[in-house]
């Protein structure tokens, strides 16, 4: 019997590659192997959906803490800590509305009662052991104020700290439609922003702390066009610790003389230890550089379709710091059709953009070329007291040619391709697009697998394999898609704990945690374990269940 069921599985996964194969048969991508919907999903019991009614929406800020089992989320007026394990048991709450006084301001400004003038929390940032930093948009005026959330995970403390609020400028965008990013290092807090209650000057900020407050050159299109901020990370360059630098992930407008805007992707980077210039760009960033991410895919008629909306980014840690992967989220702009792609980007390729040609343009009608003129000393770019400038201090030790250059060649010439210069994943001719990402590891009994979990814009989230093939080609296969939301709504962000095996997926109407894993719904035979090639998953012998590297398969 058990020969029965190892030659059923080998020819169905023979006949499975086949079609995965074969460009004559119906292509399956978009096509999981199991579909579960939201009244399914609630009878597995493998999910819980926050059923605390608030008056309250917009669940878009996730932070997990994991050292205290919790995950702190932002939402409209209010501020939750959650149980990890079970984000509805014993939920702390926090009621953090603006005053009448400030809301009545807000609407005789023409904003909209519900969707602009409340206080839309939209930074999550642990200051110490035992408080958090916290801002919101405060019905179009920025506040920021301190959370104490306790010491230890026992403790049943989570409150405002009294008489702490501040201003959010420059830390908080004053309108909640426009997206920022935040990262607290070393009590500094570096944003991506807009800093006006217009919504026209963007920028990313340095705030707090003991440095000198920065910014982006203000009103400078070469710089940050109309940014839509996407996600911040700090990646290390070597063993020196000058040398680490700040990654933004954003995509702005890029207009050319006679051309209508088109939208790019961008990697903009800052040195952490950047003070500004001495006479030119004087509490200005004088190491900003930014590239282009590029995630196309060739036509057969050599024309390229280029997906040119990152919607997220996920960094994905590698035993080395230095060189974690760069998984991005994007979509095709403009209204033509409907299509997504995930690529992937190694930081080699990266840090090689950067130490590359600078773009150069000498007037309105003439196009970018690469720059070939005498590059200053230091390189434009390089952080001082690094690896490259042990003698130089401070930026403001950099010489003027230096920061004068900056200030005109803020891009790089060159794109940042991805890995095998395809993407990863792509849909096209289907009724939705991907607008989150998370990617889990996980060993399974044949190996080790990078699990792709993608939000999509109808609420739903898939899980995704992408396999190696013989010829340089891959074979994806959806193993699952989940309905997480009883309305269909669009997945705003996606958190994910590996050691707890759970997701934490929000929109702007709720919130979902569901396991990573459902091995049952995949049938009650062997050959259907099997086929479904989940890596969490496994036939035991009875049933199909959760591998485990312990037990015997």
């Given at each position: 019997m058990q020969l029965d069921c190892l030659w059923t599985v080998h020819a169905l996964l023979a006949l499975s590659s086949f079609a995965l194969g074969?460009?004559?048969?119906?292509?399956?991508?978009?096509?999981?192997?199991?579909?579960?919907?939201?009244?399914?999903?609630?009878?597995?019991?493998?999910?819980?959906h926050f059923a605390y009614l608030l008056n309250t929406s917009d669940y878009r800020i996730l932070r997990m803490d994991?050292?205290?089992d919790r995950m702190y989320v932002g939402s409209k007026?209010?501020?939750?800590?959650?149980?990890?394990?079970?984000?509805?048991?014993?939920?702390?709450?926090?009621?953090?509305?603006?005053?009448?006084?400030?809301?009545?301001?807000?609407?005789?400004?023409?904003?909209?009662?519900?969707?602009?003038?409340?206080?839309?929390?939209?930074?999550?940032?642990?200051?110490?052991?035992?408080?958090l930093y916290v801002c919101?948009?405060?019905?179009?005026?920025?506040?920021?104020?301190?959370?104490?959330?306790?010491?230890?995970?026992?403790?049943?403390?989570?409150?405002?700290?009294?008489?702490?609020?501040?201003?959010?400028?420059?830390k908080c965008s004053y309108d909640p439609k426009l997206n920022s990013v935040s990262a607290l290092i070393n009590g500094e807090l570096y944003a991506g922003v807009y800093v006006d209650f217009m919504g026209t000057d963007s920028a990313i900020f340095r705030t707090l702390g003991t440095k000198t407050a920065m910014r982006?050159?203000?009103?400078?299109?070469?710089?940050?066009?109309?940014?839509?901020?996407?996600?911040?990370?700090?990646?290390?360059?070597?063993?020196?610790?000058?040398?680490?630098?700040?990654?933004?992930?954003?995509?702005?407008?890029?207009?050319?003389?006679?051309q209508s805007p088109v939208t790019q992707a961008r990697i903009g980077r800052i040195c952490l230890n950047d003070d500004g210039g001495h006479c030119c760009l004087v509490n200005k960033w004088s190491t900003f550089l930014k590239a282009r991410l590029i995630c196309s895919v060739p036509g057969a008629d050599g024309m390229e379709t280029h997906f040119d909306e990152l919607r997220d980014v996920y960094i994905q840690p590698t035993q080395d710091t230095k060189n974690p992967v760069i998984y991005g989220v994007f979509s095709v702009s403009g209204s033509v059709f409907k299509g997504s792609a995930v690529c992937v980007y190694s930081m080699a390729d990266i840090r090689m953009v950067f130490n590359g040609p600078f773009a150069h343009k000498e007037g309105p009608n003439y196009q970018w070329v690469?720059?070939?003129?005498?590059?200053?000393?230091?390189?434009?770019?390089?952080?001082?007291?690094?690896?490259?400038?042990?003698?130089?201090?401070?930026?403001?030790?950099?010489?003027?040619?230096?920061?004068?250059?900056?200030?005109?060649?803020?891009a790089m010439y060159n794109a940042v391709y991805p890995v095998h210069k395809r993407p990863l994943v792509v849909r096209t001719n289907v009724d939705y697009e991907f607008t989150?990402?998370?990617?889990?590891?996980?060993?399974?009994?044949?190996?080790?697998?990078?699990?792709?979990?993608l939000g999509t814009d109808k609420g739903t989230v898939q899980k995704v394999i992408v396999l190696p093939r013989d010829d340089l080609q891959t074979e994806e296969l959806v193993l699952e898609e989940v309905e997480v939301f009883?309305?269909?709504?669009?997945?705003?962000?996606?958190?994910?704990?590996?050691?707890?095996?759970?997701?934490?997926?929000?929109?702007?109407?709720?919130?979902?945690?569901?396991?990573?894993?459902?091995?049952?719904?995949?049938?009650?035979?062997?050959?259907?374990?099997?086929?479904?090639?989940?890596?969490?998953c496994a036939w035991d012998g009875k049933s199909c269940s959760r591998y485990s590297a312990s037990q015997k398969r």
């Open positions: 074969n460009p004559l048969i119906n292509d399956p991508l978009a096509a999981p192997r199991v579909f579960i919907s939201f009244k399914e999903l609630r009878s597995t019991g493998t999910a819980h994991e050292d205290h007026d209010h501020i939750l800590s959650l149980d990890l394990h079970d984000i509805n048991k014993e939920p702390h709450i926090i009621h953090w509305p603006v005053s009448e006084r400030r809301r009545m301001e807000c609407l005789v400004s023409g904003k909209d009662a519900n969707e602009e003038c409340a206080n839309f929390i939209r930074l999550i940032e642990p200051w110490n052991r035992t408080q919101g948009t405060g019905a179009y005026n920025p506040v920021c104020t301190f959370v104490n959330r306790g010491r230890k995970p026992q403790e049943e403390i989570f409150h405002l700290e009294p008489g702490k609020v501040e201003s959010g400028k420059g982006t050159d203000q009103y400078n299109s070469r710089w940050l066009n109309d940014p839509t901020f996407i996600h911040v990370h700090l990646i290390p360059d070597s063993a020196e610790r000058n040398d680490d630098k700040l990654y933004f992930f954003f995509r702005e407008k890029s207009s050319e003389m006679g690469a720059y070939t003129g005498k590059i200053p000393y230091p390189r434009p770019g390089t952080c001082p007291g690094g690896t490259f400038t042990p003698n130089m201090k401070s930026t403001k030790d950099y010489p003027d040619e230096v920061i004068n250059f900056m200030r005109n060649h803020p989150a990402i998370t990617v889990d590891q996980v060993t399974a009994a044949d190996g080790n697998y990078e699990v792709l979990f009883k309305v269909p709504t669009p997945v705003t962000t996606m958190k994910i704990s590996s050691k707890r095996q759970q997701l934490y997926v929000s929109s702007a109407v709720g919130l979902t945690q569901l396991a990573l894993h459902r091995c049952d719904v995949y049938g009650e035979a062997c050959a259907d374990c099997c086929l479904a090639r989940d890596p969490y």
